[in-house]
């Protein structure tokens, strides 16, 4: 029983220091270096916001809309899951933090897997409708969450914010010549499944008589081919595809998701990703391959039973600079 009463004790601790953590809020900086922009342009910032979830730090967010002040971004990049499936799209936390950004900021949102459920909330439906006796008031609160989903997009878009779904959009930042071209990648539903690896995603999607492309070749479908004389910065909310962003061309992607791997221990790293996977390869931080970057922030909130522990929220900022100005 003494041993039974320390481990619930421990237990309550750590679930204790997971709520204040939340409270915490920390900033990331890195540098990325590249050879398309010109010798005598001016570094550019960009902030990085993923997997918000509604979760707020400080009054109102007050203390992220400082620090981000603080940093003078030219730009914000969302990576996804601002908002949390099963609650309102708006009002909403998320909502609230953006429309105060979007006041000072140019803001391009890229749509993580609780925007994606969101989106494909009738298909679902649709699909649980066949043999299953669904009652109307499930089949009443989808819709109503859906119709939300589609409230919250149009208020974004009236307060500017750019949102790029399978989408581009070419990015003039200060004088220079810089060519900056931001893609946004919104991959289906079956992308974020559960799998302990590709080999078994590939046979459930296979059993479920669903064709699951490679990532590289759904950007090409979807987005289009890279123009390699243009910076090409990726919002990939899961960064599990980093070799797939590297393949279509991708020079910077930003990503989340992983939300630091929830759990972070010493000399170790991330204990586990929400697609249940324990050690993720990818959990947080830059990560490079054949000349080309990948960012993956720890992410600013959590929902549900994702507990964060010695992983407070992290604000991520992106520092573009010439190859230069690092020789």
């Not at 299953?132 to 819709?143: A, G, H, P, Q």
């Not at 992983?258 to 050690?279: A, C, D, K, N, T």
């Not at 604000?315 to 600079?321: I, N, T």
Request: proline share 4%.
């Amino acid at each position: 029983m003494y041993f039974i009463a320390i481990a619930i004790g421990l237990i309550m601790l750590l679930i204790l220091w997971s709520r204040i953590e939340l409270r915490i809020l920390t900033t990331t900086e890195y540098n990325v270096y590249t050879d398309k922009l010109a010798d005598n342009q001016a570094p550019v910032k960009l902030v990085v916001l993923a997997d918000l979830h509604n979760h707020v730090i400080g009054q109102d967010n007050k203390k992220m809309v400082h620090k981000i002040d603080s940093v003078n971004p030219d730009f914000i990049v969302v990576a996804g899951d601002m908002i949390t499936k099963g609650q309102p799209c708006m009002p909403s936390n998320g909502f609230d933090l953006l429309k105060k950004l979007s006041k000072k900021y140019t803001i391009y949102y890229g749509y993580g897997n609780h925007e994606i459920h969101f989106e494909h909330l009738l298909a679902q439906l649709e699909g649980k409708a066949h043999g299953i006796d669904i009652s109307k008031e499930d089949v009443d609160r989808i819709k109503t969450f859906h119709s939300n989903w589609f409230q919250y997009k149009d208020s974004l878009k009236e307060l500017g914010i750019i949102i790029l779904d399978d989408e581009q959009a070419s990015i003039k930042v200060k004088e220079g010549r810089l060519n900056l071209k931001i893609s946004g990648l919104s991959l289906e539903p079956k992308y974020y499944r559960k799998f302990k690896n590709n080999a078994d995603r590939n046979a459930a999607n296979n059993s479920l008589g669903e064709k699951q492309l490679p990532v590289n070749e759904y950007l090409d479908n979807n987005i289009g081919q890279v123009n390699d004389k243009e910076f090409n910065l990726l919002i990939a909310h899961s960064p599990i595809y980093f070799d797939d962003y590297v393949k279509w061309g991708a020079d910077l992607t930003v990503s989340g998701h992983i939300h630091g791997g929830m759990i972070r221990l010493p000399f170790i790293g991330g204990l586990l990703s929400p697609q249940v996977s324990i050690f993720p390869k990818f959990d947080f931080g830059k990560y490079s391959k054949n000349g080309k970057d990948m960012i993956i922030s720890r992410g600013l909130g959590s929902h549900s039973i994702m507990l964060r522990i010695f992983n407070p929220p992290e604000l991520v900022v992106v520092k573009l600079e010439n190859h230069n100005s690092h020789s």
